[in-house]
């Protein structure tokens, strides 16, 4: 049997270690709430590989982009914000401009339902974490959550917004540890939420093909929650709210992607992905959202999950749907991706470039490394297009999952 295809009561009986520092032991699967309907169910078909594309990407670009919520449409053409330099003097717009006269805007971000706390900023030991309350069936519980803003944030700077997911046998702690996240905020101007993952969830987030669709919806809605209370505190940019996880977070972050892709502007996939017998299918989203689908080559494998099957899966359904794919592949096992980074860049910097380089009123399938090129800040293992990615020829004998 494939290994990536063991039956699901080894699924459930094994707690997954996809994990970048350490292991954590089973919990048992939490009661469902009621469910609420999010995302488009339409199928997609896997397509074949194609090979680099010069002028038109992999993830194509036809189609009429649709969203829900009521997109409006961008009426200033005028930046302000710095642009990529990709050489030879040529620059393309990112999130910290205006969008063009005329683009789809995202939808205005809701108005939260009950009272928003204030919100805590930043992280250091013992600080509290935000708490929004959930209900969940006929039980209450509290879900907690780090906000990671610039120490200088002006009133007015419009910043954007990621969501951060943890790995298995990892807390919102160790990302923003491990991610360097308070000086990337700094640096790159942006806002980084980091939830925590709840009791109850076998997995810690609800990717399996054993969760409840109640407890699937559950988290999307702590998404809407979070992303609203942060909105009615900070003067948030709408056109550049996106997601990344890692390994189990990932897995979690391409539900929610297609779960809440009428609000997303990207995704980024570390070790994660769709499929494979033991995680749920892609859900297709009405918006065409560009994803850096990334993973340690045919090697990154823990316990129950194959990560290069469920990686391939999830970029077949990404092309299918005429979305633009980065495909990175660092042959380090399932590990913490070696971005190389310049003098002075924090650890995940090529990461928050990609979130940065691709804002939600992009047309479907486009992105602007298709016309200027890959940025040459990304690691050469990366390139456009499923099966298109060149991984280092030696891995590099690392493996975090224990």
Known sequence: MHRGLLCLP???ALACGDDLVGDSGPETLGSSGESTTAGSSESTSPSAPTSQPTQDTSGGMSGSETSTGAPTTGTTGTTTGAKADMGGGEEFLRCHDDPPEGATLAPDIPAYGGTCPALEIGYMDGQAFNVLPQQL??????RLFLVIAPEDAGPDERLPVIFLWHWLGGEAQDFY???DVQNAVNQKRFIAVIPEAREGLLFKWPFSAIDSDADLQAEFRFFDDMLSCVAEQFNVNKDCV???GVSAGALFTSQLAGGR??????????????GGGTIKPWTAPAHKMPAMVLWGGPNDFCIVIDF????KDLEMNLEAGGHFVLECIHNCNHSTPPFPVEPGETTFAPLWDFFLDHPYWLAPGESPYTEFGVPAGMP????IGAGNA????????KDECS
């Open 308 to 311: 290069e099957q469920t990686s």
């Open 137 to 142: 069936g006929n039980s209450t519980v509290e």
């Open 390 to 397: 060149v991984p280092p020829p030696e891995p590099c004998d």
């Open 10 to 12: 080894l699924l459930a």
């Open 177 to 179: 540890e491990r991610g």
């Open 242 to 244: 996106a997601s990344t």
């Open 261 to 274: 892709g009428d609000v997303l502007s990207s995704f980024m996939s570390l070790s994660g992905g769709t």
């Open 380 to 383: 050469d293992w990366c390139a």
